[in-house]
């Protein structure tokens, strides 16, 4: 069964400060994919990345970045230089493979972690 | 714009009282998901669909039923058997293996 722990529930940081939100996963699967998405008060998930397993290679979007290590089954999500904008609740989620051909992926969400950014 | 569009964004049902939270997708995907939100728990899976006319339940699938007659719509109905139907439902379609999520309904019981 696949799992997903975001152990932090609620960062609060100063604007201009690097945070990193923590994702751990658990599956049995080879091929499975990774996900982070952001809530902002809206309540819209807003989609930020999707990374394969078999892809570790670490991606920078502005000031976003992720550290995929398969090693530890971690995939964490770094905020540099944070601003106000970037606070909402972050989720990371994890698809394995459908069991049968065809088959849906279903993505398995953590609990959330709330970014809080003070001005 | 292309998109998924969830109706209305707050919901008021009365106990007893069967309600329908509507999901439109014009992005032709072909798998459709109902999550519910609870403050501190994620999101669980209610019900998924993978093309139209079939669905299976998710998680926590109890006093929910849905619908799949057409590929662009995924109406959700919470029954009056869902003891607890206070939250935030969004409702998501696929392709590539993603998700893309619709801004919810927020589903309050008066």
């Known amino acids: 069964a696949q799992k997903v722990t975001q152990a932090q529930t609620e960062i609060s940081v100063v604007e201009k400060e690097d945070v990193t939100l923590d994702c751990v996963y658990e599956t049995r699967d080879t091929t499975y994919y990774l996900f982070w998405y952001k809530q902002p008060p809206s309540g819209e998930l807003v989609f930020l990345i999707r990374?394969?397993?078999?892809?570790?290679q670490n991606e920078i979007s502005g000031r976003y970045s992720w550290n995929f290590q398969k090693s530890t089954s971690s995939f964490n999500f770094t905020i540099t230089a944070s601003q106000v904008v970037d606070s909402a609740v972050y989720f990371c989620a994890l698809s394995e493979a459908p069991a049968a051909s065809g088959g849906s992926y279903i993505p398995t969400f953590g609990r959330g972690t709330s970014l809080i950014v003070h001005p | 714009d292309g998109g998924i569009t969830q109706s209305p964004k707050y919901l008021f049902r009365k106990e007893g009282q069967n309600v329908t939270l509507s999901c439109e997708q014009n992005?032709?995907?072909?798998?459709m998901y109902w999550y519910r939100q609870d403050p501190g728990q994620g999101l669980r899976l209610i019900y998924y669909s993978q093309i139209v006319n079939d669905f299976q339940k998710g998680d926590i699938a109890e006093g929910y039923s849905v619908s799949r007659e057409k590929k662009e719509s995924f109406p959700l109905t919470v029954t009056s058997a869902q003891k607890n139907p206070t939250a935030f439902y969004l409702c998501?379609?696929?392709?590539?293996?993603?998700?893309?999520f619709g801004q919810g309904t927020r589903l309050t019981v008066v």
């Open positions: 998501a379609s696929s392709i590539a293996r993603a998700a893309f």
């Open positions: 992005l032709n995907h072909d798998a």
């Open positions: 990374r394969n397993s078999f892809d570790e």
